[in-house]
């Protein structure tokens, strides 16, 4: 490695409020493989900045001459890359099960952490993202921000029933992977380092036995995603 790496990183109107599903995975990724990186804050309407992957969305990692986009992606570069650190899937069939727990996490996890959570997002952004950020959002969910926050009752229950299977695997073991966090780990923890930066709502009871895996995720690498803080409440 020559130059070092760098990763476009979403980030608030405070640009140390980095906060994106994500690009948490790849955060986590690059501490796992102990690979330092400059995260660059990136604004969702900075599409120029990383038009160099023929896309606008972030994560985007930048490895000398070469751009990668997509999370998944990035994982598998940065296996194939750096095999003298440690691996991110571990042994077979480590790959392949982390391919699962990824899509589970985006087609599943993430939607029902969103209803929960994207109704609090424009205020912890940056002035000339918010108009972008509630158009696409209302057209997404075919509603209101407004509306889909009146909804949040029904909605953190129906979270709480697709989180059973976590719960149930986390009461049996410390964390997804096993007894250490692998990129399984970095991947759902995505999207609770999402919900913990961006919004006041407990997605989780106390004695949740995935709310103390959250706090071992938050404590590991160095305590590295404890370096945002959680959302304020309003109240
Ligand atoms: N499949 C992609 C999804 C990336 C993605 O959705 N990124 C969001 C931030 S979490 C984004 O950049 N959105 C830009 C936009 O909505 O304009 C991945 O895993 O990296």
């Known amino acids: 490695m020559n130059q070092p790496l760098r990763l476009f990183d979403l ?3 405070d640009e140390r409020l980095r906060f994106s599903p994500n ?5 986590l990724a690059l501490a796992h493989k102990g690979l330092p990186v400059d995260t660059l804050p990136w604004r969702f309407t900075e599409k120029q900045a990383i038009a160099a992957t ?11 001459d070469r751009w990668l ?3 998944w992606t990035i994982a598998e570069h940065l296996e194939q890359a750096y095999p003298q650190t440690p691996s991110l899937f571990g042994p077979a069939p480590g790959h392949a099960l982390a391919r699962f727990v990824n899509q589970w996490t985006s087609e599943t996890l993430h939607p029902a952490v969103a209803r929960v959570v994207v109704p609090d997002i424009p205020a912890i952004l940056h002035e000339k993202d918010r108009a972008y950020f509630r158009s696409s959002r209302e057209a997404a969910f075919g509603q209101t921000l407004e509306s889909l926050a009146a909804q949040r009752e029904a909605s953190l229950e129906a979270l709480r029933r697709v989180l059973a299977p976590l719960r149930s ?6 964390f997804v992977s096993g007894d250490t966090p692998y990129y ?10 999402w919900a913990r930066t961006v919004s006041p709502v407990a997605l989780l009871a106390a004695d ?3 709310a103390a895996w959250v706090e071992r995720m938050l404590d590991a690498y160095g305590g590295l ?10 109240d």
């Open 11 to 13: 980030a608030g109107a």
């Open 23 to 27: 690009c948490w995975r790849t955060r």
């Open 54 to 64: 023929g896309q606008g969305k972030v994560p985007v990692l930048v490895d000398g």
């Open 69 to 71: 986009h997509d999370s």
């Open 169 to 174: 695997t986390l009461a049996a073991q410390p």
């Open 184 to 193: 399984a780990d970095h991947v759902v923890f995505g999207a609770f380092q």
């Open 208 to 210: 949740d036995p995935i």
């Open 225 to 234: 995603a404890r370096t945002v803080a959680p959302a304020a409440c309003a």
